[in-house]
């Protein structure tokens, strides 16, 4: 897809970017996909409203126009609308509202299942589907083409989040989907009509300062680009009337201890009980 840049730095781009990281970052140029990504935000109040007819097709087209590694497509979705798996979907995640409200949570799966099936099939054993390499290879490549699937929902108008609280307990959500061994629920992205009576806001992202590096990797504009987000995370908490914190205690909180992975310190084995030999 090739849509032409408009000059650079319209009035419209700056806006995008000072909202993006409340702060100015030159960009090369602007087109309505720029405009889309840098719009984006999580949406986490829905109206039931039904998708439209293809909808779901739609967005899996997309998916999978995503790049794969070495074209072995190591991945698959399911397309859950029915109430009842929703509500236990939104139990495994402890209780996100969100995965009840939607029509739609799209599964993602990292899925070496297909790959044995076919390998069956020409009575070979695949010895490479046995090591972490191979895993880490179909959850990348379910997150990118979730990622696409994404970009067309908001496209279509349409709101999203990801629900990486499936991973709270996948052999739950392995039953719940019926997957076949070799096969795992990485992440959800919920999918539907978002409720405008709920207001949401684009979040700030770190500076590119603390993401972006030339040639070689460097610490020393980290600190400083840190405190900078800090001052901005603090301001979106502020606007949006949630608790002060800055985004530095976010993350040491998050990561304190392992009461705060929620069960995924335990992913590991659980995958290994699906059929993954992470070697």
């Given at each position: 897809?090739n ?5 650079p730095?319209?009035a ?6 000072s909202?993006?990281?409340?702060e ?5 140029g ?20 039904p998708?439209?007819?293809g909808?779901?097709?739609t ?6 126009s ?13 397309a859950v ?10 139990e ?10 939607a029509p739609?949570?799209?599964?993602w799966?990292?899925d070496?299942?297909r790959?044995e099936?076919v390998?069956d099939?020409a ?11 191979t895993f ?7 997150a990118?083409a979730?990622q696409?699937?994404?970009i067309?929902a ?11 609280a499936l ?18 629920a ?17 979040k700030?992202?770190?500076p590119q300062?603390?993401v972006l590096?030339?040639e ?5 504009p980290?600190?400083?680009?840190i405190a900078r987000?800090d001052?901005?995370?603090?301001a979106f ?5 949630l ?8 993350l040491?909180?998050r ?9 995924r310190?335990k992913l590991r084995q659980?995958l ?5 030999i992470?070697?």
């Amino acid at each position: 897809m090739n849509i032409p840049l408009t000059p650079p730095q319209p009035a419209e781009a700056v806006d995008a970017a000072s909202r993006r990281y409340r702060e100015p970052v030159p960009l090369a140029g602007w087109n309505p996909v720029l405009a889309s990504l840098l719009d984006h935000r999580s949406v986490r109040a829905y109206r039931p409203d039904p998708l439209a007819p293809g909808t779901v097709e739609t967005l899996v087209a997309a998916a999978s126009s995503a790049p794969t590694s070495s074209n072995i497509q190591a991945w698959s979705v399911v397309a859950v609308t029915d109430p009842d798996r929703r509500d236990r979907l939104a139990e495994i995640a402890g209780g996100q509202e969100h995965i009840r409200q939607a029509p739609l949570i799209l599964v993602w799966i990292a899925d070496l299942a297909r790959a044995e099936a076919v390998a069956d099939t020409a009575g070979v054993t695949l010895q490479g589907l046995d090591y972490t390499e191979t895993f880490l290879l179909a959850a990348i490549d379910a997150a990118l083409a979730a990622q696409n699937a994404l970009i067309a929902a908001e496209s279509l108008g349409l709101g999203t989040v990801y629900i990486g609280a499936l991973r709270n307990d996948p052999k739950a959500v392995a039953e719940l989907l019926n997957l076949p061994r070799r096969a795992a629920a990485v992440f959800g992205l919920v999918v539907g009509h978002p409720d405008r009576k709920v207001e949401t806001a684009v979040k700030p992202r770190l500076p590119q300062q603390a993401v972006l590096h030339h040639e070689t990797y460097s610490t020393a504009p980290q600190a400083e680009a840190i405190a900078r987000h800090d001052r901005a995370t603090e301001a979106f908490r502020a606007e949006q009337s949630l608790p002060p914190q800055s985004w530095s205690a976010l993350l040491v909180d998050r990561l304190r201890d392992v009461a705060a992975l929620k069960g995924r310190h335990k992913l590991r084995q659980t995958l290994e009980r699906l059929g993954f030999i992470l070697g």
